[in-house]
């Protein structure tokens, strides 16, 4: 089925989005079932008919697009985001709704900030709107903008997205991964132990590959798997003694009344695991969405090419803020701006003020691009992002244009957009 969605803004209802489709292809059954009792995972909507078609609005609210929620996870976090992404589709057939009327893009997936919880695009009608290329995308999408700080766990997520990707056996991998205990916390695999993954598994979601647009069918249910974990020594810290502290000592070079310690030269690695530099956070460099370059030559480039682009933010005044924020960004995409947070200790926003900057939340606002120019989004921040001295309802898109003056909360970082 071909659909169009709609964006618009209603300062009395917030952020809606528009979707029609024929009368004749208007699904009841799920309709009827989703009135009666709404699923947490959809968006709520209203619906009404206009001549031949139906027209369903649906209201954002509190949710923001999950693309603005990017940045680096730990493995457990990660699982888990993966699996609150897909559980919806093997779930929704308790509300007789089809899997594939859900809109499968990266864009139209948002996350409810109340209820802690992914949220979709539901279109109750008869043909699909979606299809297995469609999930393989978003899912590649999202892997683009949600990274995880285990290199081997973000490898085999890559390779199961290239191959012939299948829901249900992605989650199944996740969860081999990382084994989680029954109070959510990680357990620690002993070396050459087994994992025994359980001989059944939650009732699938009965779709055909033929008529249902090429979504893998769930297998039955799955055999017993035995996976063999290698073994892995970890080192047994010695306790220090008295001896071990003098060895220790001499081996450092501390002779002498008082002791002269030995310069201990420290390697600065620049990766996406690594907290950078308070100095190195506030260089343009770091400005755009992608990991940091290993070395300053290709530091040095990548301010070109942000400078290059002509777009992005001007500070106005003399305030110990960055003096300039590029923006690099293609059509469809999201660059955030936030603070640098101790507690997290990994980037997550596209850019990111000093760790003591006041009134700038961890992930204060968004900008995005369209055929019609940029727009900046206020993520609920608690000191809220202003256009021109006026107040951004949260997660409403506003339009941009030159010459607009932006303030990241009301401490000071006031800056000129441009596009020059």
Known sequence: MIYEIQSKVDFSTGAELTVRIGATELDSKALYTIESQRPQFILPFRYKGINDQIEFVYQIGTCCKLQYLGGSRSPQEYSELWQSIFNPLFECADWFMNPLSFVLRAEHIYYDKNRKNICYVYIPSKRNCSGHEDIKSMAAELSRQITVTDANLENKVLR?????????????????????????????????????????????????????????????????????????????????????????????????????????????????????????????QLLSAVSPPANYDDITQLINDGAASGVGFRLLGHDPWPKQIYVTLSAGEAFTIGRFDVSIGRRQSSFEFDKNTKAVSRRHAAVERDDYGYLIVDLSSSAGTFVDGQRLPPNMPHRIKNGDRVSFGNAGADYMWEEV
């Open 160 to 284: 199961a997205i290239m191959k012939d990707f299948d829901p249900k056996v992605f989650i199944q991998m996740l969860k081999s991964h990382q084994t989680v205990s029954e109070n959510g916390t990680s357990s620690y695999i002993q070396p050459n132990s087994k994992i025994v993954l359980p001989k059944t598994t939650p009732q699938p979601v009965e779709v055909s590959t033929a008529k249902q647009g090429g979504m893998v069918q769930a297998a039955d249910n799955l055999q017993e798997i035995v996976i063999n974990v290698p073994t892995t020594e970890k080192p047994i810290k010695e306790k220090p003694t008295k001896k071990n502290k003098e060895k220790l000592r001499k081996a450092q070079g501390r002779n002498g009344l008082f002791g002269s310690k030995k310069p201990v030269s420290k390697e600065i690695i620049l990766g996406a695991a690594a907290t950078p530099l308070p100095e190195q956070r506030n260089m343009p």
